[in-house]
């Protein structure tokens, strides 16, 4: 039973463009999401994270918004760049019980010139 | 810092053989975690050490697999004996733990693992 769904496995953007990638959770006790940006042959990195406490956090070209209420986050690129494209997860951690993240099993964002 | 440091990158064994995976996390962590990364299952954490100390290893497949943290700088995950399926990428990470909330997890590069 997957906690934290990330439904696209693929997206394909202009340079230039806006990169939207979608995340929704079934956990209610979740509050706090993170994204992290893998690239091949590499480990995951973490890349901005936001707090149940906020709907938006904003770090650069890089928008998270997280809607408590539909259980959705998505995380904005604007402008894409060729250099985003990677493999994007999306990860969750309750305030108590198990603190440790769950992840998604990612999206694969690629950037045409 | 170097970040965590995993090793092998790669590894192609066959069915059956022992297969010892290996890492250091970044000096200062005192969380250590083990993931295992396929095209099916996305990132699946395996176990989780705090302070040495294996806390959650729920998701440790079956009993082929096998952890261990000796010390603060090391980490080994084990394989005995290996089967076809458990062909996947294995990352590491750490991440420094205060009250029982995990900080950002650092990850290591990944060993690529192959079971013929």
């Known amino acids: 039973d997957q906690q934290v769904k990330q439904n696209s496995p693929s997206l394909s953007v202009q340079e230039g463009r806006i990169s939207i990638l979608n995340c929704d959770y079934t956990?209610?006790?979740?509050?706090?999401f993170l994204w992290y940006k893998k690239y091949p042959a590499e480990g995951p990195t973490f890349l901005i994270s936001i707090s149940s406490i906020k709907d938006k956090n904003e770090d650069g070209r890089f928008t998270v918004f997280l809607n408590k209420s539909a259980k959705h986050l998505s995380l904005h690129i604007v402008p894409s760049q060729p250099g985003d494209s990677a493999v994007y997860f999306c990860?969750?951690?309750?305030?108590?019980?198990?603190?440790?993240?769950?992840f998604g099993r990612g999206t694969s964002l690629i950037v045409h010139p | 810092d170097a970040g965590v440091i995993q090793s092998p990158r790669h590894e192609v064994t066959e069915m059956g053989q022992e297969v010892t995976l290996r890492c250091k996390p970044i000096s200062g962590h005192n969380s250590l975690f083990w993931y295992r990364q396929t095209m099916m299952r996305g990132l699946e954490l395996l176990i989780y050490?705090?302070?040495?100390?294996?806390?959650?290893d729920s998701g440790m497949p079956e009993d082929r697999f096998s952890a261990k943290m000796p010390n603060a700088s090391f980490s080994t995950l084990k394989i005995q004996p290996s089967e076809p399926r458990d062909s996947a990428v294995y990352f590491c990470?750490?991440?420094?733990?205060?009250?029982?909330?995990?900080?950002?997890?650092?990850f290591g590069p990944g060993t690529r693992l192959t079971v013929l």
């Open positions: 990860a969750a951690r309750g305030r108590r019980g198990s603190y440790i993240p769950t």
């Open positions: 990470a750490s991440s420094l733990t205060t009250s029982g909330s995990v900080d950002t997890q650092y």
């Open positions: 956990n209610s006790m979740f509050d706090y």
């Open positions: 050490f705090n302070n040495n100390v294996p806390i959650d």
